[in-house]
Nanobody
Framework: QVQLVESGGGLVQPGGSLRLSCAASGITFSIYNMNWYRQAPGKQRELVAS???????SYADFVKGRSSISRDNNKNTVYLQMMNLKSEDTAVYYC?????????WGQGTQVTVSS
């Protein structure tokens, strides 16, 4: 059974930081490209950051320079470090694993940026 379990979300003040984690099980983690998406109320789900099997990273413009995605293949975990958070970062953040022929989603973790 494949599971992607996100953690690390919560309430944070504007300008604060969070580190999201996504622990994978039931898949050969090292062959999956890993992504973080987010979905705010009333909006479409959007890609936040990606990391390939080789460790190449990419970011959406709205988080570039204040987020960092990383992976630990020994722990089957992908991370998203977010800094200088803004109210518009409020959303449910989803972990996504993708490889040729298959992909999986986590259940999401809520991030709320508010004073």
């Amino acid at each position: 059974q494949v599971q992607l379990v996100e953690s690390g979300g919560g309430l944070v003040q504007p300008g604060g930081s969070l580190r999201l984690s996504c622990a994978a099980s039931g898949i050969t983690f090292s062959i999956y490209n890993m992504n973080w998406y987010r979905q705010a109320p009333g909006k479409q789900r959007e890609l936040v950051a990606s990391i390939t099997v080789g460790g190449t990273t990419s970011y959406a413009d709205f988080v570039k320079g204040r987020s960092s995605i990383s992976r630990d293949n020994n722990k089957n975990t992908v991370y998203l470090q977010m800094m200088n958070l803004k109210s518009e970062d409020t959303a449910v953040y989803y972990c996504h694993a993708a490889t040729l022929g298959s992909m999986y989603w986590g259940q999401g973790t809520q991030v709320t940026v508010s004073s």
